[in-house]
């Protein structure tokens, strides 16, 4: 479970929606589901806390629903820019909830930057630069932008064979930090490792840095 449960807001239940709803669902949180189509608020009854058929291009209509109150709002409202937008704006004039929204295009995605809104994504664009670095860097687990292309990736301890993290100095040779070891033959990974670990052939390493020194590390 999460440390602090949070209530969140999904507007637009469809797949990207409800994928997003349900699995915060999953992770303990609380979420309120809005969609002006039937079958979608229908398909999300059993998943969801609460559900509602309502259109979320109404002020009133949110703030009849609370939006306010809750610690994020999600907008997915499809293709529509200009729907997007508006509801985006409905939710920045609640003045409570932090803001997430999927955005069509690159383009909508500056002007959700321009409004300030606390994070806007484009979910294909997102996964293709992903999958471009993933098949750069074999192993890497997850690419964050935002901070200058840091990377978090797995590595298959070979040539480091008998070296500890001093011997190495990751961090000033590469400015990469080592985030995690799982020793061969075992299934958790040691978190923080302590600098005069010992590391052994087959040993799985998770580190962490900027994406284009990963490929400089012969591990």
């Known amino acids: 479970m999460p440390e602090k449960k949070l209530e969140i807001g999904i507007i637009g239940l469809g797949k990207f929606g409800l994928r997003m709803a349900t699995t915060l ?8 589901g809005i969609d002006m189509s039937e079958a979608r608020v229908q398909l999300a009854e059993e998943a969801l806390n609460s559900v509602y058929k309502a259109d979320a291009t109404n002020i009133s209509v949110l703030r009849s629903l609370h939006m306010q109150d809750l610690d994020w709002v999600v ?3 499809g293709q529509s820019v200009e729907q997007s937008l508006n509801v985006t704006l409905n939710v920045q ?39 471009a670095h993933q098949l ?18 797995e590595l298959r301890v070979e040539q480091w ?12 040779r590469f400015n990469v930090m080592v985030m995690g070891i799982r020793p061969v ?5 040691i978190f923080v490792p302590p600098a005069r670990t010992v590391l052994h052939s ?4 998770v580190v962490a840095g900027r994406a284009d020194s990963m490929g400089d590390l012969q591990p």
Do not use: C, W
């Open 25 to 32: 669902v999953s992770l303990g949180h609380t979420v309120v």
């Open 75 to 77: 907008i997915s409202v």
């Open 93 to 131: 004039e609640l003045g409570g909830p932090k803001i997430l929204v999927k955005a069509s295009n690159e383009e909508h995605r500056k002007i959700l930057q321009r409004l300030h809104v606390d994070r806007a994504l484009v979910p294909e664009t997102d996964a293709a630069v992903m999958a």
């Open 136 to 153: 750069t860097y074999p192993g890497m687990l997850d690419l964050i932008p935002k901070y200058g292309g840091i990377a978090i990736q």
């Open 161 to 172: 064979d008998g070296k500890t993290l001093v011997d190495l100095n990751l961090m000033q």
């Open 185 to 189: 033959g075992e299934h958790s990974f």
């Open 202 to 205: 087959g040993d799985t390493l």
